[in-house]
């Protein structure tokens, strides 16, 4: 089983849609749960980073995490085309050998439609 | 700054070719990593830098040498790749190996062996 998973759509929505991009994990250690944004032929950008279970806002996005259900949330109000990118989300391993890698889930390429 | 800078941002070379890809960040974060992301594909760790010391190693061929000359600089070597070696190489820093709070990358080196 795989650290992280996510369904890589793709997703296509119309401009002013409510998304909803979503990632599983199997490790209920893991305590820091990232989103990175990736336009075409660029490097990741990190988007928000969450600690425990809860919610983050910042402007049009919410990252939510729930540890029962080991089920991390990404949200973005009033989409706009230029959020057309491919959302990973990344989960950081914290201890021992593994310290220093992230565990990216597979990526979910967005489109937004004007 | 804020920003982690990589050279050269495209790089085409042949099998028997010698060539270097640089990566530099002035944030004064102590870990640094190289991470290959093929088309479509999450990013796969290759080296972590900590303290300028090479900390995980993930089973990387020898024709992929990295080297840390100081806390701002990251390299990485490269020597008689092969065709499948074509992908683009992201640099990453943080400020400790493990940083729960983020990575930032690079844009990348797109490369192309022929």
């Known amino acids: 089983q795989k650290e992280v998973e996510q369904d890589p759509g793709p997703l296509s929505v119309p401009e002013g849609a409510i998304v909803s991009l979503n990632c599983t994990y199997s490790?209920?250690?893991?305590?820091?749960f990232m989103w990175y944004r990736q336009y075409s032929r660029k490097g990741p950008e990190l988007l928000m980073y969450?600690?425990?279970?809860g919610n983050k806002e910042d402007g049009r996005f919410t990252a939510q995490v729930d540890k029962s259900s080991k089920y991390i949330s990404l949200f973005i109000r009033d989409s706009q085309p230029s959020d057309s990118a491919t959302y990973l989300c990344?989960?950081?391993?914290?201890?021992?050998?593994?310290?220093?890698?992230?565990?990216f889930g597979r990526g979910t390429q967005l489109t937004v439609w004007p | 700054d804020t920003e982690v800078t990589q050279t050269p941002k495209h790089l085409v070379m042949g099998m028997t070719n010698k060539k270097s890809l640089k990566c530099e960040q002035h944030m004064g974060h102590r870990a640094m990593y190289w991470y290959k992301q093929k088309a479509k594909k999450p990013p796969e760790l290759m080296f972590v830098?900590?303290?300028?010391?090479?900390?995980i190693n993930e089973s990387v061929p020898s024709r992929f040498s990295p080297e840390c000359p100081n806390s701002s600089l990251l390299n990485l070597h490269l020597h008689a790749l092969q065709p499948e070696d074509s992908a683009l190489y992201l640099c990453?820093?943080?400020?400790?190996?493990?940083?729960?709070?983020?990575?930032?990358f690079g844009s990348g080196t797109r490369l192309t062996v022929v």
């Open positions: 990453a820093s943080s400020e400790d190996q493990g940083s729960d709070y983020g990575y930032t």
């Open positions: 969450t600690y425990s279970s």
């Open positions: 490790n209920s250690a893991f305590q820091y």
């Open positions: 990344a989960i950081p391993a914290d201890r021992g050998s593994t310290l220093g890698r992230l565990y």
């Open positions: 830098y900590s303290y300028e010391k090479l900390s």
